[in-house]
């Protein structure tokens, strides 16, 4: 089941038995466990068909207990089990004459019990006879990390589903400076959508203004910067960014400019570059095709093969390989940027 597919289930108030949310992305695991519980129950019946605990605190018979108990005054009782990789959930008894009991009651749950588990920062055994049960009476829905690349539109879809639309370019701002943390990016613009009528477009003015970038030095100006091969301009952003370490951290800073010249790289391999295609292959908004048109100019296949090696070499000097004690991160990026310039 896709993530709108579940939406639309629970939104319609089509509740299975029971629910097993995991993975190592935890966005969507605190979404849907917050959508459950914003519309199973009324505030009212809450008090006495709720229950919601933490793994380290609760146990297997304990959460079994209260997923057996009937509902009081309303149709559904919800018991919801968060953190539950920190609870003990022992192994699966094989005996017939000594039955797992949570097993027996995954293979056959209490229609008006939603039981919800909320497994964190790894996945389920897909093995084990627990996770096969719950998938054939309930819902498994694996929280996967997603690719930087897949980050902007991500970002575009989150603001569609708010009744906002967002700039491209401020899209790969967030993208650049947010990184694939989606809790944080949904945080940010969820803050930003407060400032800003709904229906509006969101432009790189309100992220710069909402999520403290910098109008002129951040790493996209740098890009830009390099494919212009702006010297002057570019060394400017370097003296910014040692000014304000914490706000731009060197390994950010070169984790950007490494999938930004690897897909430099990819550009020099594509044959047929309409927009269109390149767009695709890629993996951008056809809005940023014209900037990797200029960056391909800038930097010939050799070059750009250089500027990934040194990436990589310039990495490792920030973790204290092959680097001078007195090498602060500010002159090494700028050591960089000058072997990237000529």
Not at 34 to 40: C, K, Q, R, S, T
Not at 104 to 128: A, I, M, Q
Not at 139 to 167: G, L
Request: aromatic fraction near 12%.
């Amino acid at each position: 089941m896709t993530a709108s597919e579940l939406t639309k289930d629970i939104k319609a108030r089509k509740f299975k038995p029971l629910y097993l949310f995991h993975g190592d992305e935890p966005y969507y695991i605190d979404l849907f466990c917050d959508m459950i519980e914003g519309n199973l129950l009324s505030e009212g019946e809450k008090s006495f068909n709720q229950s919601i605990v933490y793994g380290r605190d609760t146990d297997i018979p304990a959460v079994l207990n209260m997923a057996k108990r009937f509902p009081m005054m309303a149709d559904y009782q919800l018991v919801i089990v968060k953190e539950a990789q920190d609870m003990k959930w022992g192994k699966e008894a094989d005996d017939k004459k000594a039955p797992d009991p949570l097993l027996t009651y995954l293979e056959n749950p209490l229609k008006s019990t939603v039981l919800v588990f909320c497994y964190k920062h790894g996945k389920f055994d897909k093995r084990k006879k627990t996770y096969k049960a719950i998938e054939k009476n309930g819902v498994v829905f694996e929280s996967t990390v997603i690719y930087e690349n897949k980050v902007a539109p991500w970002t575009e879809d989150f603001a569609r589903e708010h009744a906002y639309r967002i700039n491209p370019k401020a899209a790969m701002l967030i993208a650049e400076y947010l990184g694939n943390d989606l809790s944080k990016i949904s945080n940010e613009l969820g803050k930003l959508m407060l400032n800003i009528p709904k229906g509006s477009e969101i432009t790189v003015e309100h992220v710069q203004d909402n999520i403290g970038i910098s109008k002129e030095y951040n790493v996209f100006e740098l890009q830009n910067a390099l494919a212009k091969r702006d010297v002057l301009k570019a060394n400017r952003i370097v003296n910014y960014f040692g000014s304000n370490p914490k706000a731009n951290p060197i390994q950010m800073v070169l984790g950007a400019l490494n999938t930004w010249f690897t897909k430099v790289l990819k550009y020099h391999y594509v044959s047929d570059r309409s927009p269109q295609n390149l767009a695709r292959e890629l993996g951008v908004n056809p809005f940023f095709v014209k900037d990797y048109d200029l960056a391909a100019k800038s930097f010939p296949l050799a070059k750009t093969f250089d500027i990934i090696s040194w990436l990589r070499e310039y990495d490792l000097k920030t973790k204290g390989v092959d680097s001078s004690a007195n090498t602060d991160d500010e002159d090494l990026l700028r050591e960089l940027v000058f072997k990237i310039l000529h």
